[in-house]
């Protein structure tokens, strides 16, 4: 009788070690997936958040989120979607246009950048803040023409634009 006490704690101990493996191998979801806060972002598989050069544009999904959230003063449309990221090579920093689509089936761009040579019309919407503590900078567009924000180079001098006319550059 005394054996038998002796090997139950470790029966159970074993199993719960069994269990616990088993629950364990069988998380097939990713650590974005497995995130209990509600995302507000879809964000379309093959997305790089690194620049050519080894930039982070955020250094997780989080904070990604904030600095989308921030672009669009927390209002984003119906079924957000990030559908694509492209970079503007640059030798320190990043400039990137990040691609997406709504619900409404409307397709636009906004270009996030902590790239500080690039240049603006003095026209523009400038909402960004003299105390911010960061140098990112974004850039989005709004018109009747349904624009969107483009960089555009030449020789080593790039300029954020809007891609038609009439249309507001804003810069957050």
Excluded at 38 to 51: C, D, E, R, T, Y
Excluded at 54 to 67: C, L, M, S
Excluded at 93 to 99: E, F, K, P, R
Excluded at 128 to 150: I, L, V, W, Y
């Amino acid at each position: 009788m005394k054996a038998s006490l002796i090997r139950l704690p470790f029966i159970v101990a074993m199993m719960t070690i069994i269990i616990f493996l088993i629950y364990s191998c069988n998380q097939t979801k990713s650590y974005d997936e497995r995130n209990t806060t509600p995302s507000a972002i879809k964000v379309s598989k093959g997305i790089n958040f690194v620049s050519p050069n080894g930039d982070i544009v955020a250094n997780d999904r989080v904070t990604f989120e904030k600095k989308v959230l921030a672009i669009f003063d927390n209002k984003l449309p119906a079924g957000f979607e990030i559908t694509n990221i492209i970079y503007t090579r640059v030798k320190k920093g990043y400039v990137a246009t990040i691609q997406y689509k709504t619900n409404s089936s409307s397709k636009n761009s906004f270009i996030m950048t902590n790239y500080d040579k690039i240049k603006y019309p003095q026209n523009s919407l400038n909402k960004k803040s003299s105390t911010a503590d960061s140098f990112e900078t974004s850039f989005s567009c709004s018109g009747p023409c349904g624009c969107s924000p483009q960089v555009v180079s030449v020789g080593d001098t790039l300029s954020a634009t809007c891609s038609c006319s009439p249309c507001t550059l804003t810069i957050n």
